[in-house]
């Protein structure tokens, strides 16, 4: 039985910081980031499940940008339902990767840089660029998979939807079994974790849902059961989850409408309607109610994202449209 033991150990072991984690574990860890002008210590937390056997080593990671919260809870959730014994590989889960602008409740870190423009990082660099260094080294360098899990931007809202290179196999296969009725083909931008991890050979799907600094429990329960369902993909976690009521969607392009004047915008769709060609989406009237200028869909298409907030200026984005073919609008 020790012989055996040793063996499942030597072949199912990982070490995150100074820290072994052995087979069928659960280990909290918190890895040492930099200090606060008072001195008070900031660290990286992290959770890893090791299975009973090796396989696939897929991270989670939410809150790169601070105010992007979803992704905290669905890490949660689906740490609250992955037990190590039932597990086959290891899951690495990051539910604060901006620490600071999750303190701050900011998209930034406390030098306005964007995290996630600056990976892969520097062990000698800014403050942002020593943090992507750190989770590229104990978290991405050691996975074979990703999920990075986000929100909208501040005043904006998502669809639930999957950006990812769809024309890698092997990321196509995991953004298809996410299970979202949106799987948009994106290329990646230049400082982007996803970027940097695509550059290792990396499989990372990007989960958009949601709003900025709010819980949005669907956004929430479509994320942990995509998980799942990635892990079951994977052969790593077998679970029982709900059938999909739709087929996902592949989208290749996506457009923002922008505003044509300032106002005050009067939206009449929703997240995930399906439009038609020169529909009339709203309109924007000035502060006497006068319409001033009427907002149209540029192509077919389904709403994918669009603004929270009904005080626009000239060019602000307000409609996010995904461009699908004529029988996927009738369908």
């Not at 389904?302 to 000239?314: F, K, W």
Request: charged content about 20%; proline content about 7%.
């Amino acid at each position: 039985m020790e012989d055996r033991s040793q063996a499942l150990r030597a072949a199912n072991a990982i070490n995150i910081g100074d820290t072994p984690i052995p087979p069928v574990s659960r280990v909290q860890l918190e890895l040492p980031v930099a200090r606060l002008v008072t001195q008070t210590p900031i660290s990286l937390p992290v959770t890893v499940v090791n299975g009973y056997e090796t396989g696939p080593v897929l991270w989670l990671s939410a809150a790169i940008h601070g105010d992007e919260i979803n992704g905290v809870e669905i890490v949660r959730r689906v740490l609250d339902r992955v037990v190590p014994e039932r597990l086959r590989g290891t899951l690495i889960a990051v539910p604060v990767v901006n620490v600071f602008g999750f303190l701050e409740q900011s998209r930034y870190l406390p030098d306005r840089r964007d995290l996630n423009r600056s990976f892969p990082g520097s062990p000698r660099g800014s403050l942002a660029s020593r943090l992507a260094n750190l989770f590229m080294k104990e978290v991405v360098h050691q996975s074979t998979h990703g999920i990075d899990l986000h929100t909208a931007s501040d005043h904006r809202n998502n669809l639930p939807q999957i950006r990812a290179n769809l024309d890698d196999p092997e990321t196509y296969r995991c953004a298809m079994a996410f299970g979202v009725p949106v799987v948009i083909h994106s290329t990646t931008r230049d400082g982007s974790l996803r970027q940097a991890a695509t550059q290792q050979g990396i499989p990372v799907l990007l989960y958009e849902a949601g709003e900025a600094l709010r819980f949005d429990r669907s956004a929430i329960e479509v994320g942990v059961e995509g998980v799942l369902r990635v892990m079951n993909a994977l052969e790593m976690y077998e679970t029982q989850l709900h059938p999909l009521p739709f087929a996902p969607v592949e989208v290749r392009k996506t457009q923002w409408i922008r505003s044509p004047m300032g106002g005050i915008l009067l939206l009449n769709v929703e997240l995930g309607q399906k439009v038609v060609k020169k529909q009339k989406l709203g309109v924007i009237v000035d502060v006497f109610g006068n319409i001033g200028a009427k907002v149209v869909a540029p192509c077919h298409g389904s709403i994918v994202g669009m603004t929270q907030n009904p005080l626009v200026n000239q060019g602000d984005g307000i409609v996010h449209i995904a461009h699908v073919r004529d029988d996927e609008v009738k369908g």
